[in-house]
């Protein structure tokens, strides 16, 4: 199993404060890598840092300020030696851009749609940037993407979202082939797109905030996911210590679902 080991890599991870961030934090360090935990919330980010141990460090950026991403590279690279992997974790939905009873379509403000936009899509293209830049001048690196379920299979209501992943993995696409064929054949680019993990971004949608019982919607989610749960954090980490390791090493533009065959399924 040498193959997924992750040992002497070094992972850095925006959002890795976050639900699904901190659990694929928790896997990569188990599997032997030191971690930099990338945050906008950098004092749940160090926290975390402190939990797992001498090796790991949290700090602070806004993903959406690439001087704030450069600054964040350049501690890694004092503080770590360098970066092998880069996990653009952070993203989330709105509940603005997404439609409602009381809330249509024609009435989503544009700030919304452009924060949701800005967050998941060029929350993922500026440190793809930066990192990218630095992996072009070793000839060596790797990046992994969050997208989403709703990126090809659009969910009712949620329309900034869906688009903006789509963005991602179209993104993913692109950077993968650009990467390979203008720098070097050994940096890799893929994604992972979750189907549906009841986290804070979605709870608002899929349980009742009064009862927590499910909502029709999360009851139909259920229906139409063949394993019939919800994914829970840990369920990230299997498949993204495969793409961080040398076991995926043939593959690149790749985007995985993991989604318990929500996405096999056609309803009949
Ligand atoms: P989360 O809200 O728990 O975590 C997101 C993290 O990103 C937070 O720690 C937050 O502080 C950080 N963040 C927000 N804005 C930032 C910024 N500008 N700069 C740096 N950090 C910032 O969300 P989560 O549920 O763990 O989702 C993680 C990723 O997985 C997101 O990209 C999300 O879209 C994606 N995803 C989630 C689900 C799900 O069901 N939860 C499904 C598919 C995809």
Redo the contacts with the bound molecule.
Sequence with gaps: MNMFDLNGKRIAI??G?????ASLVQGFAEAGARIAIL???VD?AQDLARQLGSGHIGVE????DKASILTALETCISELGGVDILVN????NSPGATTSPDLSFFDIPQESLEFVTK??LS?TILPSQVFGKYFAESNTGNIIN?S??SATRPMTRVLGYSAAKAGVSNFTHWLAVHLAQEYSPDLRVNALA?G??L????RFLLTDKDTGELTERGNKIIDHTPQARFGSPEDLIGSAIWLASDASRFVTGAVIPVDGGFSAYSGV
């Design positions: 925006t959002g404060a976050g639900v699904l961030g945050d906008l919330a749940r950026v806004n993903v959406l974790g952070a993203g989330g967050l998941n929350g969050i989403s379920m979750p549906f993990f986290t804070e971004q979605n």
